[in-house]
């Protein structure tokens, strides 16, 4: 799994390396034939984006939120094409690289206030930049930058009214900030961080807590972790129990 810097020359770089290998791929397979809305153009679309961002990045002042939520969206969507064309081109040495471009980028404009309309991707990708990485101060940092996501996410997202979908980007989310913090054994960002997703997840949680305390009692855990989940297991009873 790459590191993640949140600077946009360097998730260029990565996302670049995506790119190259859906055009090779696809010049050999000739599998993606729209010429509208395949690799080149999608390639010359990623450039312009990357070229924009970049310039933001060292000019002496920014453009504004609404420019920045715009950009946001374009930019995420862009990323979702690439996505896209990999998973149809069978290209499958991509994902870890892919997950740290989506999670990159988010945090970027989350960083710079613009609102983000679109958290597919992005979802997907902090799961698996999560489950991949194993060091407390790494897994503690990717709790934080969901919680800077999720504050960014548009409205739409962050309502969560449609509750059909156990996929969806807002509850993939909220639950995986929980699993960063735990795993990082930090009873001090678990707290903060269960405490948030009781707000914004809640019918969730008892399940979540449920599930946590059952697999601690597998595991070789701190005490005062312990603690913090079972303090929460007892204050979000799962009802599925009695």
């Known amino acids: 799994m790459c590191q993640l810097v949140i600077e946009m020359p360097a998730i260029s770089d990565l996302a670049l390396q995506s790119m190259i290998r859906v055009i090779n791929e ?25 070229q924009i961002t970049s310039g933001i990045e060292h000019a ?31 290209i499958h040495d991509q994902a870890d690289n892919m ?24 979802a997907d990708a902090f799961a698996r930049v999560i489950n991949a990485t194993s ?7 990717l709790s934080q930058f969901i919680d800077l996501v999720q ?14 979908n156990p996929w969806r980007p807002w509850r993939v989310l909220t639950l995986n900030s929980g699993i960063a913090a735990t795993r990082a054994l930090d009873t001090e960002l678990m707290r903060a961080t269960f405490d948030r997703m009781g707000r914004r997840l809640p019918a969730d ?15 070789d855990v701190p005490q005062p972790v312990r603690d913090v989940m079972a303090e929460y297991a007892k204050r979000w009873p799962d009802k599925a129990l009695h």
């Not at 696809?26 to 984006?49: C, H, K, M, W, Y």
């Open 60 to 90: 002496d002042q920014e453009p504004d939120p609404e420019t920045l939520s715009e950009l946001a969206g374009y930019g995420l969507d862009l990323l979702d094409r690439l996505a896209w064309q990999l998973r149809e081109l069978g």
């Open 151 to 164: 504050d960014a996410a548009a409205d739409h997202i962050r309502m969560d009214e449609d509750k059909s």
């Open 205 to 219: 949680l008892p399940g979540f807590f449920a599930d946590g305390k059952r697999q601690m009692d597998a595991q």
């Open 99 to 122: 997950a740290c471009v989506f999670v990159s980028t988010a945090v970027w404009f989350a960083r710079r206030d613009a609102t983000l309309p679109n958290l597919d991707g992005t």
């Open 135 to 141: 060091e407390s101060g790494r897994l503690a940092t």
């Open 26 to 50: 696809n010049e050999e397979t000739q599998r993606i034939t729209d010429d509208q809305s395949g690799p080149v153009p999608l390639a010359s679309a990623l450039s312009d984006f990357f």
